[in-house]
């Protein structure tokens, strides 16, 4: 009777042991099937033209500018205008003297001292002191007639706006068309660059660009395509295009360099995916993953190639209608399962 006892004891004992067992183990697989997969972004492998930036250089002009010139040989006699001064159409910004009226009344003033000399010398006896003097004042109405006869020529500007550069100074001695000084209309400012015709299919007028200045090199600028010259330089094969800056903050002035970002499609269409979604090894090499239908991470090698506004060029390692993660590839590793919590959606180029 004790060894049936001892016997169902046993039974029980055992039984409820494995019956502990049997939901430990029921346990874990409700824990493995709970575990967290991780949460990635990811956009599509696709085939786009490419587009790249080409860089130009320009200078800062005025369209309305002139550089006045003399019409006469002869002296500057005075400067009415100078840098950074602003003058108003038909204003007066300087008097040449002719040649011819120099010689005369250097002539005249030359007689004028020889009398005095004489007047000086005589003793001041009465009839020749007085003839000395009327020669004085005779030579002095002459001095006068040659000024009045022979003026000075007043230089006027064609325009309004700002001296931008002086060529002469007062005492300058200048020929006929020899420019004096030059105005510009600092509202009629555009950036000139010359454009070669293989990219004229991208200058549309009113087209946006970004571009810089040297005098600002930390300054991102923006402007438009405000006019594109109906000529090709047979010499050069270039366009000439004029590029409006909108709002500048700093202070533009004619002669600044400019660099000017024209982007360009090329001919041929590249895979192209967002540049975020490649990953470096220590050894330079380029990898990213890849999300199959069944949501497994692939980990793939690639050759990329250009990058322009985001995205980069895929050479060799993908293709079309793939779906790169760009988002959450750091922690992933090549076969992992992953959860797609969003798209981005790329667009056509």
Wanted: glycine letters at 6%; hydrophobic letters at 45%.
């Amino acid at each position: 009777m004790k060894i049936i006892q001892t016997v169902a004891i046993v039974t029980v004992f055992v039984a409820l042991a494995g019956g502990t067992l049997s939901c430990d183990k029921k346990d874990e697989g409700v824990a493995a099937g709970k575990k967290k997969l991780p949460l990635v972004s990811v956009a599509p492998v696709e085939d786009q033209a490419l587009r790249s930036v080409v860089f130009l250089t320009g200078t800062v002009q005025a369209n309305l500018q002139s550089r006045i010139s003399t019409p006469i040989d002869g002296v500057v006699v005075a400067l009415k205008a100078r840098e950074h001064q602003k003058v108003g159409v038909e204003d007066v910004v300087a008097f040449v003297s002719s040649h011819e009226r120099l010689s005369l009344v250097a002539s005249t003033l030359n007689r004028i001292k020889e009398v005095e000399t004489r007047l000086r010398a005589s003793g001041a006896i009465d009839e020749q002191a007085t003839a000395l003097r009327q020669e004085i004042v005779r030579l002095q109405r002459e001095l006068e007639e040659v000024r009045n006869i022979h003026k000075e020529v007043p230089v006027i500007s064609p325009i309004a706006g700002t001296v931008t550069e002086r060529h002469v100074d007062v005492g300058s001695m200048v020929s006929a068309r020899d420019p004096l000084i030059t105005v510009s209309d600092m509202r009629s400012l555009v950036v000139k660059v010359q454009v070669h015709e293989q990219y004229f299919s991208a200058l549309g007028k009113g087209r946006k660009l970004k571009l810089s200045l040297n005098a600002y090199s930390g300054d991102t600028l923006h402007g438009y395509i405000d006019l594109v010259y109906p000529h090709v330089d047979a010499s050069t094969r270039t366009v000439l295009v004029d590029i409006r800056i909108v709002n500048p903050a700093r202070p533009l002035i004619p002669g600044m360099l400019a660099e000017v970002q024209l982007p360009v499609i090329r001919e041929r269409t590249s895979l192209m995916i967002p540049e975020r979604a490649v990953l470096k090894t220590p050894d330079e090499t380029s990898i990213v993953f890849i999300v199959q239908a069944d949501g497994t991470a692939r980990r793939r090698i690639v050759e990329t190639g250009v990058i322009e506004g985001g995205m980069i060029e895929i050479v060799s390692g993908l293709q079309a209608g793939e779906t790169v993660v760009t988002d959450g590839q750091e922690r992933l590793r090549d076969g992992v399962l992953v959860k797609v919590v969003k798209s981005v959606v790329t667009g056509k180029q």
